[in-house]
């Protein structure tokens, strides 16, 4: 059951991408810390680290496809594991889903999205948290679970934000 | 009323499958089946996808859109009979993840495939008393039919989510009116994984009684008759049962065709009309008249006469995918690979 309340304090996090921002220098972190290392004057930032809501957005900077899943991931293979770069600064790991592996690549857009991250067993917990899926430029086409592209799908948002 | 939709949302997993791919697995005309039926693919969620997730993906569309303040939502209601918990609200988690908390009120509501309609009127009722500023109702659902039986050629995934308030609405709900009667068509008991129905029983005392008596309550509640409506919406398990209760009630198939979804990504149960809603929102103009009768088994529908306003003239849509998206696209999957998502395979263990 320790895992119930480690993911709970997790929460903010996983579910709405909740980092901090150093009130002098401005860098973001994700996930949060305590004090900023960036700052020349480190020590004034303990305490004092500003909550700060990363928007979801990014681009593949890096990716793996994985073959021998982890446990819980068994139903997914293969599936993508990427390196996301966000605008406002750190690079998220995280999975993308919603994209066959041979149509992932660097420098792709996607956008943050709600998942089940696993389950402890069929009786224990549900965690949830974000995964990332491609960003839609205009959905067309139809495909199989082999050629599905990122621009073929729905499900991809198509996410133009305000 | 002095209340109605402010923003909306919808969601459907991007997997199909096609009842003539089912069909071969289980020895039946699956293509007969599908025509039969009128509904040509089902969405099928991902290994990854529930109600839960289905619900948060629809309604952060909803909060985007309508540029909503996540923190000025009073209540939230989540309709599934596909509740991934049988103790632990789904409300609380989709809340917790558009950022809803912690002062509103959250529950889940269950009434078979109109639970989400449900949902809607409890919201009117708070929003309508000045209770609170926007209530949340959620139509959602990732259903299930036993292999083999009828319902696995239709029962699918997907979910819409409505803001409801009274400032800034894009359809105003004249009026809402219900039925229900104890009717035991369809029902899926404690600890039970599949549903169970009652074949034909679920035709003429269940879907058609309910939805025309819902319909003619609502006519005469409202003064009005179908030629007065742009857009109809019903409940859909599948394709049939809609268009045959619109044509016994008056309905042209113009009326009907916004509204009809289910022949695209089958019958997402508890999203099944609010999907139907949504579409016909992502059309619709301003001053268009709409009505949209859901309906659950045990028995109850519910009605809905709204009209659209000017906000939907400039209501951003741009967030999110269009329903029309959804019915057009989507990558099919063989059958092994829907039982390997859906859960149909027996891995051993516990």
């Known amino acids: 059951m ?22 002098t220098c401005r860098t973001v972190f994700f996930p949060p810390r305590s004090v900023c290392p960036a700052c020349v004057t480190h020590r004034r930032s303990f305490g004092k680290m500003e909550p700060f809501q990363l928007s979801g957005d990014g681009e ?36 993308v889903v919603d994209v066959a592996p041979d149509q992932i690549r660097i420098g792709l857009r996607v956008h943050a999205t709600f998942r089940k991250l696993r ?6 917990v549900i965690h949830y948290g974000y995964k990332f899926a491609p960003v839609s430029e205009p959905l067309a086409g139809t495909g199989t679970a082999e050629s599905a592209s990122p621009a073929q799908a729905p499900g991809e948002r198509g996410r133009v934000r305000a | 009323m002095d209340a109605g939709i402010v923003s909306y949302g919808a969601y459907v997993p991007r997997y199909r499958i096609t009842p003539t791919e ?116 959620i139509g959602s659902d990732t259903s299930q039919g036993a292999p083999g039986d009828a319902l696995e050629y239709s029962a699918s995934a997907g979910g819409a989510a409505f803001v409801i308030g009274r400032e800034h609405i894009i359809a105003r709900v004249n009026h809402t009116v219900s039925y229900t009667t104890d009717t035991p068509d369809f029902w899926r008991r404690e600890g039970q994984r599949y549903p169970s129905h009652g074949g034909r029983f679920t035709g003429e005392p269940a879907f058609f009684r309910h939805v025309t008596e819902c319909a003619a309550h609502m006519f005469e509640t409202a003064g009005t008759s179908p030629k007065e409506y742009q857009h109809v919406v019903f409940h859909q398990p599948n394709g049939k049962f809609p268009q045959r209760v619109g044509k016994q009630l008056g309905f042209t198939d113009a009326q009907m065709k916004y509204g009809l979804v289910t022949p695209y990504i089958g019958n997402t ?10 579409n016909v929102l992502d059309v619709a103009k301003p001053g268009e008249r709409i009505l949209v009768v859901g309906y659950g088994s045990g028995a109850g529908s519910d009605a809905f006469d709204l009209v659209t306003t000017d906000e939907i003239a400039t209501y951003d849509r741009r967030f999110g995918v269009p329903v ?25 263990g516990s």
């Open chain 1, 2 to 23: 320790t895992t119930v309340a480690r993911y709970w304090r997790e929460t903010p996090r996983r579910y709405n991408l909740g980092g901090c921002r150093c009130p």
């Open chain 1, 60 to 95: 593949v900077f890096s990716y793996s496809i994985v073959h021998d899943a982890a446990e819980g991931f068994e139903m997914q293979v293969p599936y993508v594991l990427a390196l996301v770069k966000t605008p406002e600064g750190p690079t998220l790991t995280g999975q």
């Open chain 1, 119 to 124: 389950e402890e067993g069929r009786a224990g």
């Open chain 2, 22 to 137: 089912i069909g071969k697995v289980w020895g039946v005309d699956g293509a007969g089946m599908g025509i039969g039926l009128n509904v040509h693919r089902k969405s099928v969620p991902g290994p990854d996808e529930d109600t839960i997730t289905i619900s948060t993906e629809a309604l952060r569309v909803a909060l985007v859109r309508g540029a909503i303040d996540p923190q000025t939502i009073g209540a939230l209601y989540v309709g599934s009979e596909s509740h991934p918990y049988a103790v632990k609200p789904t409300a609380t988690v989709v809340a917790q993840a558009v950022g809803a908390t912690p002062y509103l009120t959250a529950a889940d509501f269950e009434f078979a495939c109109k639970a989400g309609t449900a949902a809607i009127q409890t919201c009117l009722g708070l929003v309508g008393a000045h209770m609170i500023q926007y209530g949340v109702a």
């Open chain 2, 269 to 278: 149960y508890s999203g099944a009309a609010l999907i139907g809603l949504a």
């Open chain 2, 324 to 348: 029309q998206e959804y019915l057009d696209h989507g990558v099919e999957i063989p059958y092994a690979v829907y039982a390997k998502f859906r859960g149909k395979i027996h891995m051993g």
